[in-house]
Nanobody
């Protein structure tokens, strides 16, 4: 089991920034590729970003590319999502998720939530116009 707890959400004006953090506990954190997803009311859960076990490779949804940056610290068992130039359409509950993978350095673009075994409870991000 991996327990994930997100933090850092809040209310921000359009054009502003937020940094989300996800703290992991339980099994060895570095055994998992990590991802961030988001979900707004009436919509399916949407892939945002993913990072390899090593932290050296990342992949992003087109809608956030150039504005969001995913990073991880395997010594601290955390994965962060730095968000800049936020837009009202970024408003959603943001979830971090863990995906077991044998590959340490490469990252597979896995936008399907079913590929991820463990999820946090989510943190609300609201961007006002």
């Amino acid at each position: 089991q991996v327990q994930l707890v997100e933090s850092g959400g809040g209310l921000v004006q359009a054009g502003g920034s937020l940094r989300l953090s996800c703290a992991a506990s339980g099994r060895t954190f570095s055994n998992y590729a990590m991802g961030w997803f988001r979900q707004s009311p009436g919509r399916e859960r949407e892939f945002v970003a993913t990072i390899s076990r090593s932290g050296g490779n990342t992949a992003y949804a087109d809608s956030v590319k150039g504005r969001f940056t995913i990073s991880r610290d395997n010594a601290k068992n955390t994965v962060d999502l730095q968000m800049i130039s936020l837009k009202p359409e970024d408003t959603a509950v943001y979830y971090c998720a863990a995906r077991p993978t044998a590959s340490y350095s490469s990252v597979a673009y896995r936008p399907d939530p079913s590929a991820y075994d463990y999820w946090g409870q989510g943190t609300q991000v609201t961007v006002s116009s």
